[in-house]
Nanobody, 123 residues
Framework: QVQLVESGGDLVQPGGSLRLSCAASGRPFSAYAMGWFRQAPGKEREFVGYIAQIGGATLYAGSVRGRFAISRDNAHNTVYLQMESLKPEDTAVYYC????????????????WGRGTQVTVSS
């Protein structure tokens, strides 16, 4: 069992920045690759990014590549999502999750999920 808690969501103006955190407890955090997803009202949950267990290999959705960056601190059981040049279309609830198997781009490949943190990009 792994518990995940996201934080750092806020209201920010277009062009602004935010850093989201995902704190994990329970089973050894370093054993899991991690993903970030987001879900806007009326839309399906969509892949944002992925980071491997060790070594930091990352994958990103095309819509955020070059603007968002994922990192992790295994010593502190935390994964981060640094978001730059935010756009109104980035508005969503952001979730972190533990990867199990399959394509990292699908929510079905993840087991444990946090409850999400709201990011709103608006002037």
């Amino acid at each position: 069992q792994v518990q995940l808690v996201e934080s750092g969501g806020d209201l920010v103006q277009p062009g602004g920045s935010l850093r989201l955190s995902c704190a994990a407890s329970g089973r050894p955090f370093s054993a899991y690759a991690m993903g970030w997803f987001r879900q806007a009202p009326g839309k399906e949950r969509e892949f944002v990014g992925y980071i491997a267990q060790i070594g930091g290999a990352t994958l990103y959705a095309g819509s955020v590549r070059g603007r968002f960056a994922i990192s992790r601190d295994n010593a502190h059981n935390t994964v981060y999502l640094q978001m730059e040049s935010l756009k109104p279309e980035d508005t969503a609830v952001y979730y972190c999750a533990t990867y199990v198997r399959g394509t990292p781009y699908s929510p079905q490949s993840y087991t444990y999920w946090g409850r999400g943190t709201q990011v709103t990009v608006s002037s």
